[in-house]
């Protein structure tokens, strides 16, 4: 393998870890409060929006359901809009972000769902306001399973950033295809894939390491 | 407890004043529509530990949730302090929910949250500084023993100590009503009483007014004043403890003091049981009694003053809120003769009697 494919591959790979990081971020940020909302709105619950709730979780899953590769060419003029072009690492971040807030919404209202209502409850005796029970005890309690959350979605990022390789988006999946599928490049293809590997298990790892850190619950007595 | 007027001003030593209290559950789903509170009234005195009994389902648990507003009543009023809780709006309600504590059955500690950090949570919830959630956690962990914890998680810790952390929590923003909510029902019976003892020293201490509901006939025995009985949201007896305990009237109550140990039967005696005596049968007799019956040497005098035969079947000597009692049944001639001497001792010496029933 000549420098130049070595240097490509480490280009690739900051690029990859670029789209992921940015989309990841971008992503969680709006999908973290959609998450909760979808956790909270339900009738009866801290913020009765039962309507708003389902139009939102309609919205949610719509989004959820488009395959990912469609969700890319579907939303080019939006991403020409928004960066200017169509091609690139810059331009894949747009459809990796608006994957990612469906994703994250649904991990993110499933780990606050899962916390006993009792603390709800308790908090609300104490004459908690909503917007304290939320951030005292809902996002406290659900840290484990938020950190998951937000490591699932790292993950499954990396696998869809090698997804918009397919169409000019840069990064590991880009030069794989380019490489190591359309030049014929197999041992390329096994350095993307190791690299991949690689990313993943570092993720996965460091979630999981935190992830425990927080989890008071389960800890040995 | 007294029996609530029907007008607009409680009594000035009223912590908690339930005045014709309903609550009705609309239909929903597969669940159709429920009454869970039936026109309940009923006050709680400033000071006092009051017990609310009943079975699961009876509305206890909705009864209790009146009160700090957790849950609404349809029909009547529930006053707190003189203040009409239903008619707050959600700001003076957080304000009430301050002053109120309250306890669970399952504890509802954060488990992300040391112990430290739990009973500082209701004083970060009212805005208070770090400082003084120092200077005010430290003596509550004091109180409920637990000082040495301060750092640990509620999963770290037993059933028992993490109520007890459920209490200092309640107590926190130094309330003048505590809320129990089957606090004991998950704990074994020897947690149970450090428990009840804790609320009883929190009771005579801090003069806090606690309402605890249970499920328990035991827990309402160990420290409450004064107890209500609840059957199908309505209540259907209410009293002093002491009284209730000793002359239930109603068969909720009885059924549910049955559960005692001392009150009950042997089976191979209940079984035997007739309504009518024949000749040579003997009568089965409950004796209660209380206060200073209960100290003098009452059955080698009874045996003296019936001069027959008498067997104990069964008994028990306790203490309801702190007052002596016993129950005894026995057994004796069922012949007039036998029968109209013992009678006359039990009147002589005040001793409330129920025959039971006959055995051969």
Redesign the interface.
């Known amino acids: 393998m000549s420098p130049d494919i070595l240097l490509r591959i480490g280009g690739a790979t900051v690029d990859t870890i670029y789209m992921v990081a940015v989309a990841g971020l971008i992503g969680s940020l709006i999908g973290l409060p959609i998450g909760i909302f979808l956790a909270t709105s339900g009738k009866g619950e801290l913020f009765p929006a039962p309507t708003l709730n389902r139009i939102v979780g309609l919205i949610v899953n719509a989004t959820r359901s488009t395959p990912f590769i469609i969700l890319v060419v579907a939303i080019i003029p939006f991403t020409r809009l928004l960066t200017g072009t169509s091609i690139g690492t810059k331009a894949a971040i747009v459809p990796l972000t608006i994957a990612t807030i469906p994703f994250v919404a649904r991990l993110v209202e499933a780990a606050i769902r899962e916390i006993d209502k009792g603390l709800i409850e308790a908090a609300r005796a104490m004459g908690a306001t909503p917007m304290q029970i939320i951030f005292k005890v809902l996002l406290a309690e659900a840290r484990p399973a938020l950190t998951l959350a937000l490591t699932m979605t790292a993950v499954s990022l990396i696998g869809y950033s090698a997804m918009v390789g397919a169409v000019g988006g840069g990064g590991l999946g880009d030069l794989g295809i380019r490489y190591g599928y359309q030049r014929f490049m197999p041992d390329v293809m096994l350095v993307v894939v190791i690299v991949l590997i690689v990313l993943v298990q570092l993720v996965q790892s460091a979630g999981d390491g935190l992830a425990r850190r927080f989890d008071k619950k389960n800890r040995k007595t | 407890m007294s029996v609530s007027a029907q007008s607009a001003t409680p009594p000035a030593d009223a912590a908690v004043v339930f005045d014709g209290v309903s609550k009705h559950f609309p239909a929903s789903g597969q669940s159709g529509a429920f009454t869970a509170l039936d026109t309940v009234s009923l006050t709680v005195d400033r000071g006092s530990i009051t017990g609310i009994i009943g079975r699961s389902g009876a509305g206890k648990s909705t009864l209790i949730r009146l009160v700090?507003g957790?849950e609404k009543p349809t029909g009547g009023k529930v006053m707190v302090d003189g203040v009409d809780v239903g008619a707050l709006d959600e700001a003076a309600?957080?304000?009430?929910?301050?002053n109120?504590g309250?306890i669970?059955q399952?504890f509802?500690l954060?488990?992300?949250?040391t112990v430290f950090g739990n009973v500082a949570?209701?004083l970060?919830?009212?805005g208070m500084d770090k400082r003084a959630i120092e200077q005010r956690v430290r003596p509550l962990l004091d109180l409920v023993g637990l000082a040495d914890k301060h750092g640990r998680?509620?999963?770290?810790l037993s059933g028992g100590q993490k109520q007890r952390i459920g209490i200092a929590r309640a107590l926190a923003?130094e309330p003048k009503l505590l809320?129990s909510d089957e606090a004991t029902s998950a704990l074994d019976p020897e947690t149970t009483q450090s428990i009840l003892e804790l609320l009883k020293r929190i009771n005579a201490e801090l003069g806090l007014t606690v309402l605890l509901i249970t499920h328990e006939m035991e827990v309402v025995k160990a420290v409450t004043s004064d107890v209500a009985v609840i059957d199908h949201g309505r209540i259907v007896e209410r009293g002093h403890t002491f009284d209730v305990f000793t002359h239930p009237k109603h068969e909720t109550t009885r059924a549910l003091l049955s559960g005692l140990p001392g009150s009950k039967l042997p089976d191979a005696v209940a079984r035997a049981l007739k309504t009518q005596p024949a000749a040579g049968d003997r009568a089965v007799v409950r004796l209660t009694f209380f206060g200073a019956a209960a100290e003098k040497p009452l059955i080698s005098q009874l045996i003296k003053s019936v001069g027959a035969e008498v067997n104990i079947i069964a008994g028990t000597i306790d203490e309801i809120g702190g007052a002596p009692y016993g129950s005894l049944v026995v057994a004796y001639g069922a012949d007039a003769e036998t029968s109209g001497r013992a009678e006359r001792f039990f009147v002589e010496n005040g001793l409330v009697t129920e025959v039971l029933g006959y055995v051969a």
Do not use: K
């Open positions: 700090n957790l309600l957080r304000s009430l929910r301050r109120v309250m669970f399952h509802n954060l488990s992300s949250r949570l209701p970060e919830i009212s998680y509620p999963a770290e923003t809320l």
